[in-house]
């Protein structure tokens, strides 16, 4: 069994920046995918930012990838000695608000942007960005 705890949500203002992280514990791998989805009142979870961890990637760009409304604000990290994966947000927007998730999926799909492709979620933090 696989355990996932995100932390770090908050309320911040727009332009700000904010990083949250993803402890997990349990289960090891020697190849997974840590991602970060979103989810905002009434709409469905979103795809954010993953990381391929303890693998070379199937494609070139498949080792740390983006959704295109977060590219080049979000950045993604991981440390594996501590089990630990951070989102990195700057330049928030109020549309950046929402619960985050942090998500592992364990079989090596390749670029991994579907809620469905995962194997363990956390619980979620929420983001508020306010205008």
């Known amino acids: 069994q696989v355990q996932l705890v995100e932390s770090g949500g908050g309320l911040v203002q727009t332009g700000d920046s904010l990083t949250l992280s993803c402890k997990f514990s349990?289960?090891?791998?020697?190849?997974?995918?840590m991602g970060w989805f979103r989810q905002a009142p009434g709409k469905d979870r979103e795809f954010v930012a993953a990381l391929l961890i303890g693998g070379a990637p199937l494609r070139d760009g498949d080792e740390m990838y983006f959704s295109d409304f977060v590219k080049g604000r979000f950045t993604v990290s991981g440390d594996n000695s501590k089990r630990m994966v951070y989102l990195e947000m700057s330049n928030l927007k109020p549309e950046d608000s929402g619960v985050y998730f942090c998500?592992?999926?364990?079989?090596?799909?390749?670029?991994?942007?579907?809620?469905?492709?995962?194997?363990?979620w956390g619980q979620g933090t929420q983001v508020t960005v306010s205008s």
């Open positions: 998500a592992l999926e364990k079989d090596f799909l390749g670029r991994a942007t579907h809620d469905y492709m995962y194997d363990y």
């Open positions: 349990g289960r090891t791998f020697s190849t997974y995918t």
